[in-house]
């Protein structure tokens, strides 16, 4: 109770630019708590890569986890069709799909930790105007009116800085988590993409052999051990007659 009395006194002594000042620190604290949450999630609760892979090459495969890995591979498996060019395509647009949710609130963050000092200069700025402003009308003998102004002037640039500063190393630390995850779901995307053309090429059509090259080599090959037998039934008959 004494704390939220202190605290209530601390607004009133800051004056009206305390109100904005508190909103800001309570929206940018919601989403920098959401957005740790969050990516600690995406970066602890997930597959291993070797999974994932056995995952892809398996039909019917269930997948575990909140991480990003386990994300994109379940994705996947909801919507593959089992042709290597869909495939690709389809592995491609679900890694799409999870890259807005790696920066999502870390822009809206950002322009919050570079507000909350603003703010703050803006009370410093009002507090000194009143201060001035008694100044020339009672002169320096009414300590208390010169007070009041001062008062505005640091509660603000100190509400300001407490903001900005933890804000702004929350914010590097978020910045960090979110870019090694990019780089993480774009090697996985790399190391999928060649698993999903390899365990696909025996449905290899003629667009895909165009498209993938090496990919659907496996198809001809497949074809022309498979005639072979056939060829050689067809030999030994003709010998024998």
């Not at 809206?108 to 603003?118: D, Q």
């Not at 978020?174 to 990019?182: A, C, D, G, K």
Request: glycine share 10%; charged share 20%.
């Amino acid at each position: 109770m004494e704390t939220i009395r202190t605290a209530l006194l601390y607004l009133r002594q800051g004056g009206w630019i305390m109100i904005p000042l508190a909103i800001a620190s309570i929206v940018l604290w919601t989403l920098m708590l959401e957005r740790l949450a969050s990516l600690r999630t995406l970066s602890r609760q997930d597959l291993a890569i070797d999974d994932a892979i056995r995952a892809v090459r398996r039909s019917g495969s269930t997948v575990d986890g909140e991480g990003l890995r386990a994300r994109l591979v379940r994705s996947f498996l909801a919507s593959r069709s089992g042709f290597a060019r869909l495939d690709v395509d389809i592995l491609r647009q679900c890694a799409l799909k999870e890259q807005p949710g790696l920066s999502k609130f870390l822009a809206m963050a950002g322009v919050l930790v570079a507000v909350a000092p603003l703010l703050g200069l803006l009370g410093t700025v009002l507090g000194m105007i009143e201060t001035f402003h008694v100044i020339s009308v009672y002169g320096t003998g009414n300590a208390g009116a010169m007070a009041n102004g001062i008062s505005v002037a640091l509660i603000t640039t100190e509400a300001g800085l407490l903001i900005a500063v933890p804000g702004l190393l929350l914010s590097g630390i978020l910045m960090q988590q979110s870019s090694r995850l990019r780089t993480q779901l774009e090697e996985d995307l790399t190391i999928l993409t060649r698993i999903v053309r390899r365990s696909n090429r025996m449905n290899c059509a003629g667009p895909d052999e165009r498209r993938y090259g090496d990919a659907c080599d496996g198809q001809k090959q497949s074809r022309s051990r498979a005639s072979l037998p056939a060829l050689v039934t067809v030999g030994s008959e003709g010998n024998s007659r």
